[in-house]
């Protein structure tokens, strides 16, 4: 980590087909589950929120450029008429197929990238509506990172060559960032993987009254 950056990050080696929980919280009593991500043994990613108890998730494709990313809160489509469980996720298949809410789309594939990718953006509502950590598991990361009434929260997820997940991606003058490296090595058939979770606290702004989740896609597939 660079002295004079505010991006903290830590380095997790993981095994295919086990789920990473990822809390966040300014204390141990505080932590609240907000995703989690998981291997396949293909190199498959899989994501998905962590089981708001009263929220429903919007989801949208979107064509970034330059990495910017604007979302009006009026768009999206809701995953379901009933807030979400376990089930609800995202896949990020190797071959590029992604399956999402029961929407399908297509990016490049994973098993072939050579460089570092953006798979999506995850914008949770109020940690509130996030349930409390009561125990740690085995797989599960905590966060401390400080949750401000009026500075939401984007986690920013990338994909890499496990050789090029250094240094991990950084977001210039954000008040507070830390991330979460993910290395897979013991993938079948498939070069090591890494999977960056860049959580960034972003300038004082109302939170989304959703979870978004918002991924690149192929231009023809818009």
Not at 15 to 41: M, N, Q, T, Y
Not at 72 to 100: C, L, Q, R, W
Not at 140 to 157: E, G, N, Q, Y
Not at 162 to 189: H, I, K, R, W, Y
Request: proline share 9%; net charge neutral.
């Amino acid at each position: 980590m660079n002295a004079a950056s505010n991006c903290f990050a830590g380095i997790w080696e993981v095994d295919p087909r086990k789920a990473v929980r990822i809390a966040i919280g300014d204390s141990r009593e505080s932590l609240r589950c907000v995703l989690w991500v998981e291997f396949g043994k293909d190199g498959s990613i899989y994501f998905g929120p962590r089981n708001p108890k009263y929220a429903y998730v919007k989801t949208a494709a979107k064509q970034m450029k330059d990495g910017d990313l604007f979302i009006p809160y009026d768009e999206g489509e809701p995953s379901s008429s009933e807030p979400i469980n376990n089930s609800n996720k995202m896949s990020f298949h190797a071959s590029g197929v992604i399956t999402s809410f029961g929407r399908r789309s297509i990016r490049s594939a994973i098993r072939d990238i050579s460089t570092r990718e953006l798979l999506c953006h995850f914008l949770p509502e109020k940690l509130s509506k996030f349930p409390v950590l009561e125990a740690l598991r085995k797989f599960d990361i905590p966060l401390k990172f400080p949750a401000a009434d009026h500075r939401p929260i984007v986690c920013s997820v990338y994909v890499a060559p496990m050789a090029l997940a250094l240094p991990p991606v950084e977001v210039n003058d954000a008040p507070f960032q830390c991330s979460v490296l993910l290395m897979c090595n013991t993938l079948e058939g498939v070069q090591p993987l890494s999977v960056q979770l860049l959580f960034v606290q972003k300038e004082k702004n109302e939170w989304p009254p959703y979870t978004y989740i918002v991924w690149p896609v192929k231009e023809h597939d818009l």
